[in-house]
């Protein structure tokens, strides 16, 4: 009875994993960002003896702006231009109002933001090898999870205890290799500081109030989701194959 009931669990733990790491895999929403330029007024104005001028500096913006926003996975990175008012909450745009037309490029090695020819060359190659290991890792971690899928799913018939062990090794296996691609997305956008680099640099060649935001997407988000009950099936498929073998001896 408890074996049953730890099957149960442990099927149901390794779907769920299965299918978030899939679509954390499957879908182009690591990271969302969006880029303003802001570029500052210059304002004459023509004064006569006598007059008193006050000077404030302001930033004379629109009620709505003009923004171009990027989402980026292991695929695909995307950018559109829309325009967006101050009131709009920056989710609700990405779910609700996003653009048709976008500018989706290849990006299985090449990481955001994309440097322009002027970038140093060796900080350009140091960053499409971290891209790669990451790209593998998540490619590593998605085999491992749809191979011990497919090996339980031979095991059940069986009731194999080799067969077990072999697939809860896989999703102990998926699970350390996603993790490692989360810990390794987390550590190039807020450890690496590569996002503000590319911001100085947009403000010099491009306007002086260029402004960068980027927050997590939902891809991201999916990862750890699928870490934990990776982990957690591939122990109990561990255990059910011990107590397999136990049963038999």
Not at 11 to 37: H, K, V
Not at 92 to 108: G, I, R
Not at 211 to 221: A, I, N, P, Q, V
Request: aromatic residues 16%; glycine residues 8%.
């Amino acid at each position: 009875m408890k074996l049953r009931v730890a099957l149960f669990f442990a099927g149901l733990f390794g779907a769920l994993a299965t299918l978030f790491i899939l679509l954390s895999f499957g879908t182009d929403y690591w990271l969302l960002a969006s880029e303003t330029c802001k570029p500052h007024g210059v304002f004459i104005l023509e004064v006569e003896k006598g007059d008193t001028v006050v000077t404030q500096d302001h930033d004379f913006l629109s009620q709505d702006e003009n923004i171009t926003f990027h989402h980026e996975g292991l695929f695909w990175r995307c950018s559109f231009d829309d325009r967006m008012s101050k009131d709009d909450d920056l989710w609700k745009f990405w779910f609700e109002n996003q653009a048709h037309a976008k500018v989706c490029k290849p990006s299985y090695l090449l990481p955001f933001p994309f440097p322009d020819q002027n970038y140093n060359s060796t900080s350009y190659q140091t960053a499409i090898i971290y891209r790669g290991f990451w790209s593998v890792s998540m490619l590593l971690g998605v085999v491992a999870v749809v191979a011990g899928g497919f090996i339980i799913i031979c095991a059940a018939p069986f009731t194999s205890h080799r067969l077990y062990k072999a697939g809860g090794s896989l999703y102990l296996i998926s699970g350390f290799f996603l993790l490692i691609v989360t810990v390794m997305y987390v550590i190039w956008l807020d450890v690496l500081d590569v996002m503000s680099l590319y911001e100085n640099y947009q403000t010099v060649t491009k306007c002086q109030g260029f402004k960068l935001s980027m927050t997590y997407g939902l891809s991201f988000m999916l990862a750890p989701v699928g870490v934990f009950f990776c982990l957690l099936s591939g122990l109990l498929f561990l255990a059910i194959g011990r107590a397999i073998k136990q049963n038999d001896l």
